[in-house]
T-cell receptor
Framework: SAVISQKPSRDICQRGTSLTIQCQVD?????MFWYRQQPGQSLTLIAT?????????ESGFVIDKFPISRPNLTFSTLTVSNMSPEDSSIYLC???????????FGQGTRLTVV | GEDVEQSLFLSVREGDSSVINCTYT??????LYWYKQEPGAGLQLLTY?????DMKQDQRLTVLLNKKDKHLSLRIADTQTGDSAIYFC???????????FGAGTRLFVKA
């Protein structure tokens, strides 16, 4: 299994600012993903974080708004840029290894934009 | 594209069985999952089933898969108040590791 630590666990931010969320895994993992869970809704995949190269974004998400870094196999960051109240969500880091069926999730970062 | 659908709410009495249903569209789904999310918490994998299986049982949990109809269900026997949570159906398809989630079913267990 993998233990995922996300920071911060929650934050309240002013509109127009940016927030960087960190995801640290206790072991090397093949794949890392970032999801958004808007209030009362399911999880939507934002992007796949690729080690050493640009992230792969899903439809509706762009790098300028959600820049992602993944410098190694255990760490990734997601930045929510130029925030607006519509960005208020829970952001979750998820990891998978090539051998395992299960996708592991961090506890999430609860973001409120005011 | 891929789509996973679930009913939004289910209410049962403590001690009864709960059945949560899910349909999916991707015929190349490899693994199908049930995740549980308690208030303020992250997602916990409850169980999963490989697409070539019909049924999987794990203690109080029974997963049934009808691949022809692309229908997945989760049965919780002897439902307890601690089972109150949101249950997400999810799938991963062949050729990728992306996991697609349904909207979640909120289970209410009445004492």
């Amino acid at each position: 299994s993998a233990v995922i630590s996300q920071k911060p666990s929650r934050d309240i931010c002013q509109r127009g600012t940016s927030l960087t969320i960190q995801c640290q895994v206790d072991s090397q993992v093949t794949m890392m993903f970032w999801y958004r869970q808007q209030p009362g809704q399911s999880l939507t995949l934002i992007a796949t974080a690729n080690q050493g190269s640009e992230a792969t974004y899903e439809s509706g998400f762009v790098i300028d708004k959600f820049p992602i870094s993944r410098p190694n196999l255990t760490f990734s960051t997601l930045t929510v840029s130029n925030m607006s109240p519509e960005d208020s969500s829970i952001y979750l880091c998820s990891v998978r290894t090539g051998e395992q069926v299960e996708a592991f999730f961090g506890q999430g970062t609860r973001l409120t934009v005011v | 594209g891929e789509d996973v659908e679930q009913s939004l709410f289910l209410s049962v009495r403590e001690g009864d069985s709960s059945v949560i249903n899910c349909t999916y569209t991707d015929s190349s789904s490899t693994y199908l999952y049930w995740y549980k999310q308690e208030p303020g918490a992250g997602l916990q994998l409850l169980t999963y089933i490989f697409s070539n299986m019909d049924m999987k049982q794990d203690q109080r949990l029974t997963v049934l898969l009808n691949k022809k109809d692309k229908h997945l269900s989760l049965r919780i026997a002897d439902t307890q108040t601690g089972d109150s949570a949101i249950y997400f159906c999810a799938e991963t398809n062949t050729g990728g590791f992306k996991t697609i989630f349904g909207a979640g079913t909120r289970l209410f267990v009445k004492a």
